[in-house]
């Protein structure tokens, strides 16, 4: 490894480190967190213990004589809920609307989506991948009527159909998802539920709910129906609340789930933006909002607008170590109504995975979720790495192979430009007796000189020193992104190899019976071999290369420092990742092996050789350098 590598290697690590440590909250910021937690902890209990307190009140000690008993509970609903009190009674029942792709659970209760389930997927554990279920999640309407504050989600509507209904059609071939649009390719049936609010005298509001087959959008609409007589005729909006408690659908690791689920959204007029996923808070979105999401590591739930939100507020609360769900994320928007008529907003959700063609197949930037890293990261990965991958899985199932082949492509399209460093090193080492004897002919007090002496050697050469340098810096934005592409690419997830049962995330070998601070308590073997192997390649270029160990001996322990650093790096990260690196150091060593058979040093040197006695035509650069330098020595 020259030293124009262990310089860049050395900069990969420090941005990283850099990178870390900024993004790491402070104390004071935990301890905010910590003091939010517990205030949001306690103010939830607080309204379960209100809601059961209401519910008791409202199912049992409201109960009168038996020749009373209907009229004043429906006198004292009324007197609680103004209109909407007949709908406050009922049995929650449940009905479902299935694809072949997804199972979406509807309640009666709130009328809301409860539960949805992805078809295709699997927890960690092997458990059903449910996105959310169960009545600790939000979903419905807040509005005053009467002066009465209503809450849609603790009424009970009734569903148009009271059987749970089942969508078929063509289904995708497999190995095309994500390439082809799902129902616009393959089209089949289309059914959709309705559950209605009925608040009597005409009033009512209803949620219709569509579904197509090969599909991960529901259609959603909003449907209200002279509200002007219970909200008042100048109501222009109303408020729409979703919250949801993240399941953990992937293991705990440090670099895992958490550290990618959060909020995103997109404002109608600009780009997208999202909460950093290392902090707890709170954002009011002040403008117009097209979609929110609620995203995890591999699959996203998102609510759009077909117009847009008017306005709308976010937060996220996350539950680092808690081994059941991730985070606790809310989304409240401003919704346009007709009061004085039949209003109606059509909607969708999407529930699905996180997988870059499916998200961009909708053209709704849905895919700018996705960390892929920022600008020239982001393209490689977009229009180099992401194309590579998905031709490659088109004809092979061995994952383990596709990176291997996906790596021999990365070392192809950076072959002309480790080739150009392979070169300019050859040269700088054949050069290395002559920069000696110039050195040796100036004293310690003419640095100057002797480094003016040097570079006019490099000039008559045609040599660049930094001509090794300048090629790394091509294949750096390539080795970089790969580090973002491998913790987020959902075919890997679940997929096994060799030892590994998930290239998406850390494989361990053995797990410790205590915590290494910034390794962890496992060991990862590909990351193992990757270390390994980077140490032995350190070597092997000591071997090889004496001229940049004789002119910085201080970088042959950087050198075999960076490997175990990297060591504690990537032992919680993709098991893909590590792989891949190992695999590109083992054919780093095959390239290296056939540069050194291949190129004819001697023919180099006589090149050298040859060029320092042709007459070398100075720059005006140069020349003022030279004068620069003229000046200053006669001054002393």
């Known amino acids: 490894m020259d030293r124009n590598t262990i310089t860049g290697l050395v900069l990969i690590f420090l941005i990283l480190i850099t990178f870390s440590?900024?993004?790491?909250?402070?104390?004071?910021?935990?301890?905010?967190?910590?003091?939010?937690?517990?205030?949001?902890?306690?103010?939830?209990?607080?309204?379960?213990?209100?809601?059961?307190?209401?519910?008791?009140?409202?199912?049992?000690?409201?109960?009168?004589?038996?020749?009373?008993?209907?009229?004043?509970?429906?006198?004292q609903?009324?007197?609680?809920?103004?209109?909407?009190?007949?709908?406050?009674?009922?049995?929650?029942?449940?009905?479902?609307?299935?694809?072949?792709?997804?199972?979406?659970?509807?309640?009666?209760?709130?009328?809301?989506?409860?539960?949805?389930?992805?078809?295709?997927?699997?927890?960690?554990?092997?458990?059903?991948?449910?996105?959310f279920e169960g009545d600790s999640n939000q979903f419905g309407l807040n509005f005053f009527s009467q002066n009465k504050?209503?809450?849609?989600?603790?009424?009970?509507?009734?569903?148009?159909?009271?059987?749970?209904?089942?969508?078929?059609?063509?289904?995708?071939?497999?190995?095309?998802?994500?390439?082809?649009?799902?129902?616009?390719?393959?089209?089949?049936?289309?059914?959709?539920?309705?559950?209605?609010?009925?608040?009597?005298?005409?009033?009512?509001?209803?949620?219709?709910?569509?579904?197509?087959?090969?599909?991960?959008?529901?259609?959603?609409?909003?449907?209200?129906?002279?509200?002007?007589?219970?909200?008042?005729?100048?109501?222009?909006?109303?408020?729409?609340?979703?919250?949801?408690?993240?399941?953990?659908?992937?293991?705990?690791?440090?670099?895992?789930?958490?550290?990618?689920?959060t909020i995103y959204y997109k404002f109608n007029e600009d780009e997208?933006?999202?909460?950093?996923?290392?902090?707890?808070?709170?954002?009011?979105?002040?403008?117009?909002?097209?979609?929110?999401?609620?995203?995890?590591?591999?699959?996203?739930?998102?609510?759009?607008?077909?117009?847009?939100?008017?306005?709308?507020?976010?937060?996220t609360q996350n539950r680092e170590n808690d081994p059941k769900y991730v985070a606790n994320v809310t989304a409240d928007v401003t919704i346009p109504v007709d009061a004085q008529t039949t209003s109606s907003f059509p909607a969708r959700f999407y529930f699905g995975?996180?997988?870059?063609?499916?998200?961009?197949?909708?053209?709704?930037?849905?895919?700018?979720?996705?960390?892929?890293?920022?600008?020239?990261?982001g393209w490689v990965n977009k229009y180099i790495v992401i194309p590579a991958f998905d031709f490659l899985r088109r004809y092979i199932g061995n994952f383990g192979l596709i990176i291997l082949l996906l790596t021999i492509y990365i070392k192809i399209i950076i072959v002309p430009f480790t080739y150009k460093s392979y070169i300019s090193q050859a040269k700088m080492k054949l050069l290395k007796p002559e920069i000696d004897e110039i050195q040796k002919k100036y004293p310690e007090d003419k640095k100057m000189e002797a480094q003016q002496a040097v570079m006019g050697l490099y000039r008559k050469a045609g040599?660049?020193?930094?001509?090794?340098?300048?090629?790394?810096?091509?294949?750096?934005?390539?080795?970089?992104?790969?580090?973002?592409?491998?913790?987020?690419?959902?075919?890997?997830?679940?997929?096994?190899?060799?030892?590994?049962?998930?290239?998406?995330?850390?494989?361990?070998?053995?797990?410790?019976?205590?915590?290494?601070?910034?390794?962890?308590?496992?060991?990862?073997?590909?990351?193992?071999?990757?270390?390994v192997a980077n140490i032995l390649y350190v070597k092997y270029n000591n071997e090889m290369n004496t001229a940049g160990s004789q002119q910085m001996p201080g970088m042959k322990t950087v050198m075999y420092m960076m490997p175990v650093m990297f060591l504690f790096i990537f032992n919680s990260y993709a098991a893909g990742l590590s792989l891949y690196y190992f695999l590109s150091l083992i054919l780093s060593f095959v390239q290296m092996y056939i540069f050194k058979i291949s190129i004819d040093e001697k023919a180099i040197h006589e090149k050298l050789k040859a060029k320092q006695k042709m007459p070398v035509k100075k720059s005006k650069f140069q020349e003022r350098l030279e004068e620069m330098a003229k000046q200053q020595k006669n001054r002393k």
């Not at 213990?49 to 519910?55: P, S």
């Open 272 to 315: 997208v933006d999202n909460i950093n996923p290392e902090k707890s808070e709170s954002k009011t979105l002040s403008t117009r909002v097209k979609w929110i999401s609620f995203k995890q590591q591999f699959f996203s739930s998102i609510f759009i607008a077909e117009s847009s939100f008017l306005n709308g507020q976010v937060s």
């Open 77 to 131: 609903l009324r007197s609680m809920y103004g209109a909407f009190g007949v709908a406050a009674q009922g049995e929650e029942k449940f009905v479902t609307i299935e694809n072949n792709l997804m199972k979406v659970t509807l309640s009666t209760k709130g009328g809301k989506i409860y539960a949805v389930e992805l078809k295709g997927y699997k927890r960690y554990n092997g458990e059903p991948l449910v996105l």
């Open 353 to 377: 995975p996180n997988q870059y063609n499916t998200l961009r197949q909708y053209h709704l930037d849905f895919d700018e979720e996705l960390a892929l890293g920022w600008t020239i990261i």
């Open 149 to 261: 504050s209503i809450k849609t989600d603790n009424f009970y509507f009734q569903p148009s159909v009271n059987e749970n209904i089942s969508i078929i059609g063509p289904e995708i071939p497999t190995g095309k998802e994500g390439r082809e649009n799902y129902n616009e390719n393959h089209q089949g049936e289309t059914k959709s539920l309705a559950m209605k609010l009925d608040a009597g005298d005409d009033v009512s509001i209803e949620y219709v709910y569509s579904l197509k087959h090969n599909s991960y959008m529901v259609g959603f609409e909003i449907q209200t129906n002279n509200l002007k007589k219970v909200a008042g005729s100048n109501t222009d909006y109303v408020n729409f609340a979703w919250a949801i408690e993240m399941p953990r659908q992937e293991k705990m690791s440090k670099f895992g789930e958490n550290r990618y689920t």
């Open 21 to 75: 440590y900024f993004n790491k909250p402070s104390q004071k910021e935990i301890d905010a967190m910590k003091q939010r937690r517990d205030s949001i902890a306690r103010v939830e209990a607080d309204r379960a213990a209100e809601a059961a307190k209401l519910a008791v009140e409202t199912k049992e000690n409201i109960v009168l004589p038996t020749d009373t008993t209907i009229g004043s509970v429906e006198n």
């Open 463 to 531: 040599v660049n020193p930094l001509g090794g340098c300048l090629p790394l810096l091509f294949q750096m934005p390539i080795l970089i992104s790969m580090f973002y592409f491998f913790p987020i690419s959902i075919e890997l997830r679940q997929e096994s190899f060799l030892w590994a049962s998930d290239l998406s995330t850390y494989d361990s070998i053995f797990t410790l019976p205590f915590t290494i601070p910034f390794y962890g308590n496992h060991v990862s073997l590909f990351c193992l071999l990757m270390t």
